[in-house]
């Protein structure tokens, strides 16, 4: 397994899509090769901000958040729909 192969495999890997075999070249992959190490863990983190972010798309956004922000990425979301 090549690290190209590891990204490819990737979304499959985390939904528990692939055959035994796969996921444990993934894992045998992972274990010896840092950068796929640490690129599993982003990802993971990646999506896990994500469904965070998006729990529920009637919150609003934190008051933190400037108002032209807000306004310039609803419009954009306005815009893919």
């Known amino acids: 397994m090549t690290c190209r192969d590891v990204t490819s495999f990737l979304p499959n890997y985390l939904h528990g899509a692939l055959d035994t075999e796969d996921t444990a070249e993934i894992e045998q992959h992972t274990a010896a090769c840092d950068n796929c190490r640490e690129f599993v863990r982003e990802y993971r983190l990646t999506i896990a901000a994500s469904q ?18 807000v306004r310039d990425v609803g419009a954009d979301l306005g815009a893919s729909t």
């Open 52 to 69: 965070a972010a998006f729990r529920s798309v009637d919150a609003g956004a934190p008051s933190a958040v400037p108002d032209d922000l």
